[in-house]
């Protein structure tokens, strides 16, 4: 019994492997869809003083934040060399991760704002992303958002930076196809 035991861990990883290799192929054919929590920016919430048209108002990138963000791109890119769809969340840590990414134009979907704090509203920010992303889609796509929208998908707290892939139809909760760390 012990040798069946060591067997199966060596061939844990390669399993593995397949399984987020079979992840990315439904997202390359728009069967899933990939959401990422925003690229490394430090603290928790926003300031008091927050204006979604002012990024000085906001919690924002660090370097190691812009330098996640390249590397999803470099990764993406490498994934699948035609058009990307791109949503992002409207907050300016959001958009930056995005257009850092430059993998396609960023386009802003309401719905992938933060609703932490009160902000915006859990219930239905996420319902709207479900009926959005209620079907296959034309291209592999992308949406970038924060914690809590993340977390109100999959139920699992991700790093920022941190992406999932998820079966289509989106519901809740989703479908985790893939775990990708930052």
Same mark, same amino acid.
């Given at each position: 019994?012990?040798?069946q035991?060591?067997?199966?861990?060596?061939?844990?990883?390669?399993?593995?492997?397949?399984?987020?290799?079979?992840?990315?192929?439904?997202?390359?054919?728009?069967?899933?869809?990939?959401?990422?929590?925003?690229?490394?920016?430090?603290g928790?919430?926003?300031?008091?003083?927050?204006?979604?048209?002012?990024?000085?108002?906001?919690?924002?990138?660090?370097?190691r934040?812009?330098?996640?963000?390249?590397?999803?791109?470099? =990764? %993406? $890119? +490498?994934?699948? &060399?035609?058009?990307?769809?791109?949503?992002?969340?409207?907050w300016?840590?959001?958009?930056? #991760? !995005?257009r850092?990414?430059?993998?396609?134009?960023?386009?802003?979907?309401?719905?992938?704002?933060?609703?932490?704090?009160?902000?915006?509203?859990?219930?239905?920010?996420?319902?709207? =992303? %479900? $009926? +959005?992303?209620? &079907?296959?889609?034309?291209?592999?796509?992308?949406?970038?958002?924060?914690?809590?929208?993340? #977390? !109100?998908?999959?139920?699992?707290?991700?790093?920022?930076?941190?992406?999932?892939i998820?079966?289509?139809?989106?519901?809740?909760p989703?479908?985790v196809?893939?775990?990708?760390?930052?």
């Amino acid at each position: 019994m012990r040798w069946q035991t060591l067997i199966l861990l060596c061939l844990l990883p390669v399993l593995s492997a397949m399984a987020d290799e079979a992840a990315w192929d439904l997202w390359r054919e728009g069967k899933a869809v990939l959401i990422m929590r925003h690229a490394l920016a430090p603290g928790t919430g926003d300031p008091a003083n927050f204006q979604l048209a002012d990024c000085s108002t906001q919690r924002n990138l660090n370097e190691r934040g812009r330098q996640q963000s390249h590397a999803w791109g470099t =990764l %993406l $890119q +490498q994934q699948y &060399a035609g058009e990307i769809a791109l949503y992002s969340s409207q907050w300016c840590r959001c958009l930056e #991760t !995005a257009r850092l990414m430059n993998i396609a134009a960023v386009q802003p979907l309401p719905a992938l704002n933060s609703f932490f704090a009160g902000r915006g509203s859990r219930k239905q920010q996420t319902e709207a =992303l %479900l $009926q +959005q992303f209620a &079907a296959d889609q034309p291209m592999p796509t992308v949406l970038v958002s924060h914690q809590v929208n993340f #977390t !109100a998908l999959t139920g699992y707290f991700p790093a920022s930076g941190e992406a999932a892939i998820l079966a289509l139809p989106l519901t809740a909760p989703a479908t985790v196809l893939a775990r990708i760390e930052p």
